[in-house]
């Protein structure tokens, strides 16, 4: 049971390439999220799924995109990197929201530069 | 749009000391509630959290109050060791979704 997997650990991407951060679960958690953390700050949602084939926008979605084809899976897409999306991101997974807590799981995550 | 804040920054305490992270919230819809801790370079922790129908809950060390009437939520960590040295963060769930709002963290040093 290796709980989140991200990967890459660390990228460096030049201003207007793409790339995908990939996200994997083996908890066969129905909810997965993508978070952004930027220097002595909190963490702010970019996407989230509830299930397979769902998926919706967080607090700051623009310049990403999702897919859920899989509940184990969860890639976060930069579609044309930007030097404003330098930042760690970090991916998160839980199984339900339920009446007890959600036990959310977040992985290690990505350093991500772009330069 | 909803706000999770944090009222100090930094907190240095003296090992063994007790240690109270303190953190506002905005939203009176906000019905879940969990503290995160976060070591250096590792992705955040789950420490404990409190359902907004509590106004206590604890756990081994750590005690989670809620006082809704102020929307404030703390962290109490008794007898606070080097290992608990990390920013902690709180995080509101707000109307039932899937969805955590964090605040920016406080960041706990502990003086040996």
């Known amino acids: 049971n290796a709980g989140v997997t991200q990967t890459p650990k660390f990228q460096v991407l030049k201003t207007g390439q793409s790339m995908t951060l990939q996200c994997a679960q083996d908890m066969n958690h129905e909810y997965m999220s993508w978070y952004r953390q930027d220097p002595g700050m909190g963490l702010r949602l970019i996407h989230y799924s509830v299930g397979a084939g769902i998926t919706d926008q967080g607090e700051v979605p623009n310049g990403y995109n999702v897919s859920r084809s899989t509940t184990e899976d969860f890639p976060l897409r930069l579609l044309s990197a930007a030097p404003s999306q330098t930042s760690v991101y970090f991916c998160?997974?839980?199984?339900?929201?339920?009446?007890?807590?959600?036990?959310?799981?977040f992985g290690s995550g990505t350093r991500l530069t772009v330069v | 749009g909803e706000n999770v804040g944090l009222h100090l920054p930094t907190l240095s305490v003296q090992e063994g000391d007790n240690s109270i992270i303190n953190c506002a919230y905005s939203?009176?819809?906000?019905?879940?509630f969990i503290w995160y801790k976060q070591e250096s370079g590792k992705g955040p922790q789950f420490i404990i959290d409190?359902?907004?129908?509590?106004d206590k809950r604890q756990g081994q060390r750590v005690t989670v109050l809620l006082n809704k009437t102020v929307k404030h939520l703390s962290l109490q960590i008794a007898a606070t060791q080097p290992g608990d040295s990390a920013v902690y963060f709180c995080?509101?769930?707000?109307?039932?979704?899937?969805?955590?709002?964090f605040g920016s963290g406080t960041r706990l040093l502990v003086r040996p």
């Open positions: 998160a997974s839980s199984y339900s929201r339920g009446i007890s807590n959600y036990g959310y799981t």
């Open positions: 995080a509101e769930n707000v109307d039932s979704s899937y969805k955590l709002i």
């Open positions: 409190i359902r907004s129908n509590m």
């Open positions: 939203n009176s819809a906000s019905d879940y």
